[in-house]
């Protein structure tokens, strides 16, 4: 196998320590845990009573607009990246030599209930319309590949297995 | 009862600001919904079924494209209203 030398010139993260990278890297030498206590109603029933949520919600880090539009996956992919552009220096680069590669373990899975008890309950006229952009796996790339218009291999995803961890990663 | 153009010019601005983001007081009767307010056409979708539930009142898929200003929008609810 011949192995290929990569540059990293920019880090993102939203993640259960912190809305950024500098806050979760800190966190992870202080040893915090990001695993909290589910205490809202829907968790009530199911046997699972903790998890590891992200530290800030995505609706303090977008405009109402982008939350509307965009799934959390999407939400999650596009604050990372920015901080990583940001950290990259912004730089003006060739669009067509810019690509994006995202990894989801499922991509917009929380749109698709959604929008299937709304299709049970209120009928197909009100499904939303952005229902596909917002459910499918390649969701983050594509809106991260909008953003920063990048021309080459646009929206592509790869498949990322979780064991034991919730992990989702992006390369621009 | 046909509602009044004022109200539904009202309710349209929430509706636009609500699902793009564009500010209720750019939202005025001759704006072309594509060029000047640049909204796409999957929120376009989004705004005219909220009319719909809104006003109560039924605009066909095949209207949809008719609906080229704020104005065309008012106009056809009034209408659809009587």
Redesign the interface.
């Known amino acids: 196998m011949t192995r290929r030398r990569v540059v990293v010139t920019g880090l993102g993260a939203t993640t259960p320590l912190g809305g950024d990278v500098a806050t979760t890297w800190a966190g992870l030498l202080a040893g915090k845990s990001g695993v909290r206590s589910l205490t809202e109603d829907w968790a009530q029933t199911i046997p699972v009573t903790f998890a590891a949520r992200v530290a800030v919600e995505p609706s303090e880090q977008m405009?109402?607009?982008e939350i509307?539009?965009l799934d959390r996956s999407e939400q999650f992919g596009l604050i990372a990246s920015r901080e990583a552009w940001k950290d990259a220096g912004s730089p003006e680069i060739d669009k067509e030599r810019l690509g994006v590669v995202v990894a989801s373990g499922i991509g917009g899975v929380t749109t698709l209930l959604e929008q299937y008890d709304i299709l049970n309950g209120k009928g197909a006229?009100?499904v939303?319309?952005?229902t596909v952009?917002m459910l499918m796996p390649n969701g983050p790339a594509a809106n991260i590949g909008l953003e920063l218009q990048a021309q080459a291999g646009v929206p592509h995803t790869c498949k990322c297995m979780c064991i034991g961890r919730g992990s989702n990663w992006l390369c621009i | 009862m046909a509602l009044a153009q004022a109200d539904v010019l009202a309710g349209l601005k929430e509706i636009v600001e609500e699902v793009a983001g564009i500010p209720a007081a750019s939202v005025e009767l001759d704006k072309n919904f594509t060029d000047d307010l640049d909204v796409d056409s999957l929120s376009m979708v989004e705004v005219v079924v909220a009319a719909e539930e809104r006003f109560g009142v039924k605009i066909p898929d095949e209207s949809v494209t008719d609906l080229v200003t704020v104005g065309d929008a008012v106009n056809f609810i009034v209408n659809a209203s009587k």
Do not use: D
Request: charged share 45%; hydrophobic share 20%; no cysteine.
């Open positions: 405009e109402r607009v509307r539009r006229r009100l939303s319309p952005h952009p």
